[in-house]
Nanobody, 121 residues
Framework: VQLQASGGGLVQAGGSLRLSCTAS????????MGWYRQAPGKQRELLAA???????NYADSVKGRFTISRDNAENTMFLQMNSLRPEDTGVYYC????????????????WGQGTLVTVSS
């Protein structure tokens, strides 16, 4: 499975962006999918993950502003980002399939290449 993320760009604070993540080489429609963010100088942060629109958990930093949705027919996941802030700047990675990635350790098996979001103040 390959994940292709797109939709990043430059936006002013208070604006919106929608990121897309399309899976190819296999279906992930029944698997956990999510988004991470790597902000400059900070650790990678899991923003949201779930199996369906209704069963998705969000980090406190984005709750109420970001929303995941999925188009299973197109094997695509979206991240709608509203009320963007300068601290939302970073590289956004889509991920899929929560599984045991190493002995005793769980994580996401598939990672997209990342798309850069820059929010100007």
């Amino acid at each position: 499975v390959q994940l292709q993320a797109s939709g990043g760009g430059l936006v002013q604070a208070g604006g919106s962006l929608r990121l897309s993540c399309t899976a190819s080489g296999g279906s992930v429609s029944r698997d956990v999918m999510g988004w991470y963010r790597q902000a400059p100088g900070k650790q990678r942060e899991l923003l949201a993950a779930g199996t369906t629109d209704a069963l998705t958990n969000y980090a406190d930093s984005v709750k109420g502003r970001f929303t995941i949705s999925r188009d299973n027919a197109e094997n695509t996941m979206f991240l709608q980002m509203n009320s963007l802030r300068p601290e939302d700047t970073g590289v956004y990675y889509c991920v899929a399939v929560w599984t045991d990635v190493a002995p005793g350790r769980y994580g996401f098996k598939y990672w997209g290449q990342g798309t850069l979001v820059t929010v100007s103040s």
